[in-house]
Nanobody, 124 residues
């Protein structure tokens, strides 16, 4: 089993920055791929960014140039640096992990384990 715990969510104003963290424990290794998803009220959960075991990343078009995903394998922690935040970024942000590590995907079906989420609210 893998446990994922997100933190760092907050309320910020438009243009602000936040860094989300996801602490992983249990049977997780640097060979797993990991990702951030988000879900706003009344909308489907969508992939934001992912990172594979080699550090290669994929980002959604809506966050390219503003959000950066990274991982610290020594700390078993995943990060999402979010800059130039917009009201449409408001959502619950979830981290996820997958046993398939040689590539990552923004499709939620590709992930085995999920955290409980952290709320991000961006006000105009």
């Amino acid at each position: 089993q893998v446990q994922l715990v997100e933190s760092g969510g907050a309320s910020v104003q438009t243009g602000g920055s936040l860094r989300l963290s996801c602490a992983a424990s249990g049977y997780i290794t640097s060979a797993d791929s990991m990702a951030w998803f988000r879900q706003a009220p009344g909308k489907e959960r969508e992939g934001v960014a992912c990172i594979d075991r080699d550090g290669d990343t994929v980002s959604a078009d809506s966050v390219k140039g503003r959000f950066t995903i990274s991982r610290d394998n020594a700390k078993n922690t995943l990060y999402l640096q979010m800059n130039t935040l917009k009201p449409e970024d408001s959502a619950i942000y979830y981290c996820a992990s997958s046993r398939i590590g040689n590539y990552c995907t923004l499709g939620k079906g590709g992930y085995n384990y999920w955290g409980q989420g952290t709320q991000v609210t961006v006000s105009s």
